[in-house]
């Protein structure tokens, strides 16, 4: 019988491969001319300034620390699904926001999808998906499952109707 020892194992993603991932996305939302700064997602997050200051270092530098998990995903319900699919997308997966309402009508959320579809087609027509056009779809793949997951809402409330 072969005994596999933990420590002789590596994990298919890297550490730094997936803390570069959150820094690069951390680094799309905070800065000079960005959407926030590091105190107002400090304040919006719970989770503090200088350890989101700390996750945006360069992996491996005397300034930089890893976030915890619990600091990650409170940082990933402010800042939405665009932040998360950046460094989920390391285990070929994404995410969207749950719909904690149901906001529009049948019709409504099908014209926005039918919005998203026309956008991907613009960017798909030369049958090649550019690295500028990248973070454009994979907003539109987490816009679609909302989309869909609302659509889902939709229909359950419906079930749950009394006939």
Known sequence: MRVVRSATLTPVISRNDVHAAVRQALRRYLGHGKPL?????????GV?????????????T???????VEKLLSL???????????WLSLARQGSFAMATTIEQTP????????GDVAEFASYAADQTISRAEAPKLLAI????????ARLAALAAAAQSEPR
């Open 37 to 45: 700064t590091v105190k107002q997602l400090s304040n919006q997050s």
């Open 48 to 60: 503090a300034d200088r350890l989101i200051e700390c996750a945006c270092n360069e992996v491996g």
């Open 62 to 68: 005397g300034d930089w620390r890893p976030l915890p």
């Open 76 to 86: 990933a319900m402010v800042l939405g699904p665009d932040f998360t699919n950046t």
């Open 107 to 114: 019709s409504q959320a099908v014209a926005l999808m039918a």
């Open 141 to 148: 793949a987490s816009r679609q499952q909302e989309h869909s």
